[in-house]
């Protein structure tokens, strides 16, 4: 089921859900300029196996409305976003799953709706205040993000034909994958031209780049938080490298991690297996069933 749901500022969000109408609901966020449909169809159909999976495009991606030089917004706006996602298909709470920017937005969740979640699952993230999630400055204990990605990043939002906007993200996919793991670019070429074809158009999406990243310094609230939480570790993640999983986890109140043996910042064929399993081996337990 698609259905477009109105949020503030006069954004409109794409959104499809999938799974037994009757069953707990599991709300997917996506990481920053990034479409809903970057979901894998493997993971999405395997959680909606038990849960009533909802996924949904972010402001300036996919076909929600693209208007931040218009109207532009501060990244806390994107995590009310996913609760008014959530009023809209009617899940009073949620087990809620967030990747790079959206396990950001997670965090935010569990403090500021601790009541809308009946779980929470981040990875490829930093913890509120650290870190891509906090003021930018270097951090002693925490390492940044691969230098390459950064050389790339500064090219992101420039206008490109469609045959080389695809060349673009598949080489920042390549990047994205680390070094551990296969990396097959007719394959993510493949993933680029379907979200292509599903934004209706070739342009790079970039406004979260420029987004207000305030209200962010907020980790020292995360030890409060009682929502279970289980943090994924990504060893060969470029971005969020080793040991910001497990600063993450430390710093989340009750929050345990499980590591994905290979898994960088890009959902590989090879981890979906593995993650999925971590996924409802978490919220099967918190929903009781065996």
């Known amino acids: 089921m698609e259905a477009f749901v109105d949020v503030a500022d006069g954004y409109r969000l794409w959104t499809s859900a999938t799974g037994p109408a009757d069953a707990t609901p599991l709300l997917l966020v996506m990481g920053a300029n990034a479409s809903g449909v970057t979901w894998p169809d493997e993971l999405v159909a395997r959680l909606a196996a038990h849960h009533r999976v909802i996924v949904y495009d972010h402001r300036d991606t996919g076909r929600s409305t693209w208007a931040f030089a218009e109207r532009p917004y501060a990244i806390r706006d994107l995590a009310a976003d996913a609760v008014a996602v959530l009023d809209a298909f009617g899940a009073a709470r949620a087990h809620v799953v967030g990747m790079s920017m959206g396990g950001v937005l997670v965090q935010l969740l569990l403090l500021d709706h601790p009541e809308r979640l009946r779980s ?8 509120l205040g650290s870190g891509l999630a906090g003021d930018g400055r270097p951090d002693d204990e925490l390492p940044g993000p691969d230098p390459r990605l950064l050389e790339m990043w500064a090219e992101m939002g420039e206008p490109r034909d469609p ?32 979200v292509m074809e599903h934004s209706r158009g070739a342009g790079s999406p970039s406004a979260h780049a420029l987004a207000d990243q305030s209200g962010l310094e907020r980790g020292d609230e995360l030890r409060h938080v009682d929502v279970p939480t289980l943090v994924v570790e990504a060893p060969a993640d470029p971005i969020n490298p080793p040991p910001h999983g497990a600063h993450l986890a430390a710093t989340i109140g009750g929050a345990r991690m499980v590591t994905i043996r290979g898994m960088g910042h890009a959902l590989h064929p090879a981890i979906l297996e593995p993650l999925g399993t971590a996924i409802l081996d978490h ?8």
């Open 120 to 127: 929470a699952t981040v990875f490829g993230t930093a913890a």
């Open 283 to 290: 919220t099967t337990a918190v929903d009781g069933v065996p």
């Open 163 to 194: 045959d080389a906007e695809v060349a673009w993200r598949v080489a920042h996919w390549r990047l994205l994958n680390g070094d551990e793991l296969a990396f097959d670019p007719e394959e993510w070429e493949r993933l680029e031209r379907r």
